[in-house]
């Protein structure tokens, strides 16, 4: 069962709050019936939904893997105006949002979908979905300190939960790690490398769970296949 309002604007009719107007303006029946209170609930597969006089088909749902550049905003309405990552997506009509986010300055594996099911269930800690990062530091790290990536660290809204760290290479003066995680807090993986003294240069999310961006260049996109869209819902 779902929110009238809320299946509308899944079903690309409009935003959620113009769906209400709708629904209040008596321009929407269920079964045959005008209903104008807001608190109704409906069965997508079973009511029969009239907007306009037009019956609704419900809106498939798509999944989308993308290679988010750096300088795009993952909020889908920013105040500053800035690029938002669903303006890479074109030709694609269903209204689709990204599954958490990722910073600004972020690069990386995002999923965006119109699968609200989805989302929360890969968004909810109890699944532990293995986030993979590489990440350019300043400085040197030296194995000792990492240690402290498994054992937790203590950042302002508490401690980590275990991750796992692994040093790739020297760059100059700046080191790249390979950093797992399976929280999501807000710059999780900046204010983690921070606290050790060796702030962030450079942050891209290489994998989410067995989804990697093999291939896919920044900017572009593809749609999950069936497999995949599958394995996600075992999550
Ligand atoms: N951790 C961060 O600090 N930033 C991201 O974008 C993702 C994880």
């Not at 009719?13 to 769906?19: D, W």
């Not at 209040?24 to 019936?33: C, R, Y």
Request: with cysteine; aromatic share 4%; net charge positive.
């Amino acid at each position: 069962m779902e929110r009238l309002q809320k299946y509308m604007a899944h079903a690309g009719i409009a935003s959620r709050r113009k769906s209400e107007e709708l629904i209040q303006d008596g321009k929407v029946k269920v079964n045959g019936q005008v209903i104008r209170e807001l608190g109704v609930k409906i069965d997508p597969l079973k009511d029969k939904i009239e907007v306009e006089g037009k019956q609704l088909k419900p809106e498939k749902n798509v999944y989308i893997l993308l290679h988010k550049p750096v300088g795009y905003v993952t909020t889908l309405d920013d105040p500053q105006g800035r690029p938002i990552v669903t303006d890479l997506i074109k030709g694609v009509k269903e209204r689709i949002y990204p599954v958490g986010r990722l910073d600004l300055d972020t690069s990386g594996l995002l999923i965006l979908t119109n699968d609200g099911e989805m989302t929360n269930r890969l968004m909810h800690p109890k699944h532990e979905i293995v986030k993979t990062y590489v990440a350019l530091v300043k400085g040197k790290p030296t194995k000792v300190s990492l240690q402290a990536f498994a054992s937790g660290l203590e950042l302002e809204d508490g401690m980590t939960a275990p991750a796992t760290v692994g040093i790739l290479g020297n760059k100059g003066k700046n080191t790249t790690l390979k950093i797992q995680i399976h929280e999501g807090r807000n710059r999780q993986v900046r204010r983690m490398c921070q606290t050790l003294g060796h702030p962030v240069v450079k942050l891209k999310r290489v994998s989410l769970g067995f989804l990697s961006l093999d291939g896919l260049t920044v900017g572009k996109w593809r749609f999950l296949r069936r497999d995949e869209i599958k394995q996600l819902k075992t999550y």
